[in-house]
């Protein structure tokens, strides 16, 4: 069993930051997971945002968010953050962990989900 929690999500003005965190427990989390970030803006699909090879050696970004956010893990702790700079009102979205054995842009590649944490950027 996997559980994946988010936090630190809430409300912030355009052009503010967040850092949102990911905390993986369960008998069955593997420190060998790629880990990603997923988002879901009211009326839309769900979708990639970025995502983290298991040992932290590689990271993707969707293009509306590179220079802006910044994946990091922390295998002693099993967390996964997403640091979100510069952000935009077209940032708002629940915002989704989610583990797997590929760091792939695709959703099917990733068995593990957490419930989602709201981010809202006000104009």
């Known amino acids: 069993q996997v559980q994946l929690v988010e936090s630190g999500g809430g409300l912030v003005q355009a052009g503010g930051s967040l850092r949102l965190s990911c905390a993986a427990s369960?008998?069955?989390?593997?420190?060998?997971?790629?880990m990603a970030w997923f988002r879901q803006a009211p009326g839309r699909e769900r979708e990639y945002v970025a995502s983290?090879?298991?040992?932290?050696?590689?990271?993707y970004y969707t293009d509306s968010v590179k220079g802006r956010f910044t994946i990091s893990k922390d295998n002693d702790k099993n967390t996964v953050d997403l640091q979100m700079t510069s952000l935009k009102v077209e940032d708002t979205a629940v915002y989704y962990c989610?583990?797997?054995?590929?760091?792939?842009?695709?959703?099917?590649?990733?068995?593990?989900w957490g419930q989602g944490t709201q981010v809202t950027v006000s104009s």
């Open positions: 989610a583990a797997g054995g590929s760091p792939s842009s695709s959703q099917d590649q990733y068995r593990h």
């Open positions: 369960g008998s069955g989390f593997s420190r060998y997971f790629d």
């Open positions: 983290i090879t298991w040992n932290g050696g590689r990271t």
